[in-house]
């Protein structure tokens, strides 16, 4: 029986912790990056390594997925085609991790992943799965899940429901994975607070996950190829921004932030229970608990 083939497309902080538990697990991982400078590093990890840059220069009409374009697409095509992807001919399964890049100003991310859906298609990959981010539960106020309406009002909103909506209506054995606000190795949250002042939003929820539970939730997906649809990937405590930035800056011996009274965020918490209904335990459920770790 052939090893289990995985493609990694994007790979970065998340990809890379993934490949590294794939590979450990003897499951074959290819990654893609579009920088040339990190085909080493994926090469060291023990990847098979490829250079992938989107939006390609071509695609066929056979493979078009039922999902309208977005009407703006910062990006010009590359110089490769299809017919540069042979490799995944040999692939069962592909996560998709590219990054929206919104701070860019870009829109071209639900063109991206259509056209990794009709790669899939191409090449017959039997699933996909979709990183995407909890995100696209702004602008809404309370607790939030898999099936609460979506402001599809705001364009952030709307280009992540675009995206997801091409690789479930694109691809019959697939699952969408949305990812809170990531911490773990090399992202400690107090880097982002420290010593800041007059900082608004103190009551507002947390609504973040560890690394190590996103790739074991990936893994999860990967193993159980039964499991289709959407799935929220965040810890279970919320403490408020307030609290829990104090506690990670005190932890690091940082200066902690200062907070002022001002509220203008919705109060929203984003709920995971759908995930850990499937009978996933997260290894860090509260993440106050993993600041006074030594796991940082």
Not at 19 to 27: F, S
Not at 69 to 86: A, G, R, V, Y
Not at 224 to 241: A, D, E, K, L, M
Request: charged share 15%; hydrophobic share 40%.
């Amino acid at each position: 029986m052939s090893k289990q083939q995985v493609a990694i497309i994007g790979c970065g902080w998340v990809g890379q912790a993934l490949a590294r538990k794939l590979l450990n697990k003897n499951i074959g991982v290819t990654a893609t990056t579009t920088n040339p400078d990190k085909i080493d590093e994926l090469t060291v990890l023990g990847c098979q390594a490829r250079l992938l840059k989107l939006p390609l220069a071509s695609f066929g009409s056979s493979t078009e997925t039922n999902v309208e374009p977005s009407s703006k697409s910062s990006s010009e095509p590359s110089n490769q085609s299809i017919s540069d992807n042979e490799w995944l001919a040999d692939i069962d399964t592909m996560v998709i991790c590219i990054t929206p890049q919104f701070k860019q100003g870009s829109m071209a991310y639900p063109d991206h992943v259509t056209q990794l859906v009709n790669l899939a298609k191409q090449y017959r990959i039997e699933r996909v799965i979709l990183l995407s981010s909890t995100g696209i539960y702004q602008e809404l106020a309370g607790q939030v899940d898999e099936q609460s309406a979506l402001m599809l009002g705001s364009p952030k909103v709307a280009l992540l429901h675009q995206a997801e909506q091409a690789v479930l209506m694109g691809i019959s054995n697939a699952c969408v994975l949305r990812l809170a606000g990531l911490v773990g190795p090399k992202r400690h949250p107090a880097r982002f607070m420290a010593g800041k002042q007059a900082v608004a939003n103190p009551r507002t929820p947390v609504n973040l996950v560890h690394q190590a539970d996103v790739v074991n939730a990936i893994i999860t997906m990967i193993s159980h190829q039964q499991i289709n649809g959407i799935f929220n990937v965040v810890s279970s405590n919320h403490p408020s921004r307030e609290v829990f930035y104090q506690a990670a800056c005190q932890q690091q011996k940082l200066t902690p932030p200062n907070f002022s009274d001002e509220q203008e965020q919705l109060l929203r918490i984003v709920s995971g229970e759908k995930y850990q209904q499937l009978g996933q335990q997260l290894l860090w459920p509260d993440l106050l608990a993993w600041l006074d770790s030594d796991s940082q």
